[in-house]
């Protein structure tokens, strides 16, 4: 049986309104078009689908058995039309991220995107060490998502996150020598706060390895060559923290926030898919 997705529409709108008259107002018809459409339903499907009286208008058992059907199929009609139909939105749009924020989340959020609006271009720059707030600043990026300490950036909060020490299982460093440390170049916050925090010790350290990368931090700190500072969520199995250990100072906690925006449907769009993201 195939049902006109109008009919089903009236149907929907009568229930919601409660009654013919308000129902027509909501869709813009004359209150005996939409007598004739539940009309032509209720032909067609063989069955009554309101109990009407001077006083109300009450769905009957068929009538609320039709009703959640109904929902669902203008449900996935209105998901197909937002699917296809050509999007109006268009223009680039220039978005930065830290390597440990999204994860294997970017690639889906980067094609939901594309899906939604075809005609936008996306110029995705995704690492731990570039200045995306100086980005910002001189509009080489129109979105960011930055890191760090709390309260440092004005935009939205996406999520706190704790730095800590970390190290390998097995990592123990020698006696009386300095301690090697393993870091991104700069610029980088976690480096930032890690120099920052033991410029208040007596704690005698080395840098004995840079990466651009987040994989090859991780690579560096599991073989044991150093202690580094990774958020809390990042430590991996092979990894321990060793906060309060030798000699290490506490480090602050941070955050991921969005910034940038400005007025361009495309970003304001895009910014959208961010926030949203679990």
Same mark, same amino acid.
Not at 82 to 85: D, G, K, L, V, W
Not at 101 to 109: I, K, T, V
């Given at each position: 049986m195939q049902l006109d997705p109008l009919l089903l529409r009236s149907f929907i709108a009568v229930k919601e309104a409660g009654g013919f008259t308000r129902a027509a107002q909501r869709l813009h018809l004359t209150q005996s078009a939409i007598s004739h459409q539940i009309r032509r339903l209720e032909e067609q499907l063989g069955r009554s689908l309101f109990c009407r009286s001077t006083r109300s208008l009450t769905l009957t058992e068929d009538g609320a058995d039709l009703l959640p059907y109904a929902e669902q199929i203008l449900q996935a009609q209105d998901a197909l039309k *937002? *699917?296809?139909?050509p999007s109006p939105? &268009? $223009?680039?749009?220039?978005?930065?991220?830290?390597e440990?924020?999204? $994860?294997? *989340? /970017?690639? &889906? /959020? /980067?094609c939901q995107f594309a899906r939604a609006f075809p005609a936008v271009r996306l110029d995705v720059s995704v690492s731990m060490n570039l200045d995306l707030r100086a980005m910002i600043d001189t509009d080489a990026l129109d979105? #960011?998502?930055? /890191?760090?300490?709390? $309260?440092?950036?004005?935009g939205t909060v996406l999520r706190h996150t704790q730095l800590v020490w970390v190290a390998a299982e097995n990592f123990e460093p020698a006696p009386g020598a300095s301690l090697p440390l #393993?870091?991104?170049p700069t610029p980088c916050i976690? *480096?930032?706060a890690g120099v920052e925090a033991l410029g208040s010790t007596s704690l005698e350290w080395h840098v004995i390895f840079t990466s651009p990368s987040q994989q090859g931090l991780h690579a560096a700190v599991q073989a044991g060559l150093g202690v580094s500072i990774l958020a809390r969520d990042d430590v991996e199995p092979g990894m321990k923290i060793v906060d309060g250990r030798y000699g290490l100072p506490p480090l602050p906690e941070v955050a991921f926030t969005l910034i940038g925006g $400005?007025? #361009?449907? #495309?970003?304001r769009e895009f910014a959208r898919l961010v926030l949203d993201l679990p």
């Open positions: *937002r *699917r296809f139909q939105v &268009s $223009g680039l749009v220039r978005f930065g991220v830290p440990n924020y999204m $994860g294997n *989340r /970017l690639p &889906s /959020l /980067l979105l #960011a998502v930055v /890191l760090g300490v709390c $309260g440092q950036d004005h #393993a870091f991104f976690y *480096r930032q $400005g007025d #361009a449907p #495309a970003t």
